[in-house]
């Protein structure tokens, strides 16, 4: 079942609809047409950092949301990356928070699965999931923010590859997204398709052969 937008998503997507006084409609020139550029979304674990560190990345990388993609917003050992506290101070900061718990991980693998390839059960449980109409869902709030605005896909695992954020990257490859790992204050990793994946149109899976 698909997970319904946090109260802070709803808040967030109605912060950037802003009405736009009536005009007297002008005719459109024609621009001649050319390829789109990709549209690009970012992605970072908050590991260990501190508030100051993680806030000086965001904003060296100039993001205007956190996606907070993770089952469980909180952490005992880092408080200051718990829902409430993160979304306040980021909300004072000048930035949005949402939290989309539709994308988090933690995911169970189907004793039929078709995602074989990963030998690790909980990245397996969540490419499973990402064969489900609630994954396909549960994507559509995050990409419509990240066409109006500059959004992050968070989760503590500070290794991309080490997390299901590369899944859900996986995902908006074939989406026509440029998904972009950030490492550090100064340092970013385009991300690359997992190179056992599958791809018809916009489904990905992992078969071992």
């Not at 007297?24 to 260990?48: C, M, N, Y």
């Not at 995050?142 to 080490?162: D, K, N, S």
Request: hydrophobic share 40%; proline share 5%; with cysteine.
């Amino acid at each position: 079942m698909a997970s319904l937008p946090s109260d802070d998503c709803r808040l967030a997507e109605k912060n950037m609809q802003t009405k736009k006084p009536k005009k007297e409609r002008k005719k459109k020139s024609i621009k001649p047409s050319g390829p789109k550029k990709a549209r690009t979304i970012f992605s970072i674990g908050h590991s260990i950092r501190t508030w100051k560190e993680f806030i000086s990345v965001l904003r060296n990388h100039e993001i205007a949301m956190v996606a907070d993609v993770r089952t469980i917003p909180r952490s005992r050992h880092n408080p200051q990356f718990n829902r409430a506290i993160l979304s306040r101070r980021l909300r004072a900061a000048g930035l949005r928070y949402c939290h989309l718990d539709g994308l988090g991980g933690l995911r169970h693998a189907k004793a039929d699965s078709v995602n074989t390839a990963w030998r690790n059960a909980s990245f397996r449980g969540y490419a499973d999931y990402m064969q489900t109409r609630g994954f396909v869902k549960n994507l559509q709030p995050l990409i419509r923010m990240a066409g109006r605005q500059r959004v992050v896909i968070m989760c503590a695992e500070a290794v991309p590859w080490r997390c299901h954020r590369s899944l859900i990257a996986d995902a908006l490859c074939v989406r026509k997204f440029e998904v972009r790992h950030i490492l550090g204050i100064n340092s970013l990793k385009r991300h690359t398709l997992t190179p056992w994946a599958k791809v018809r149109g916009v489904k990905v899976w992992y078969p071992l052969k």
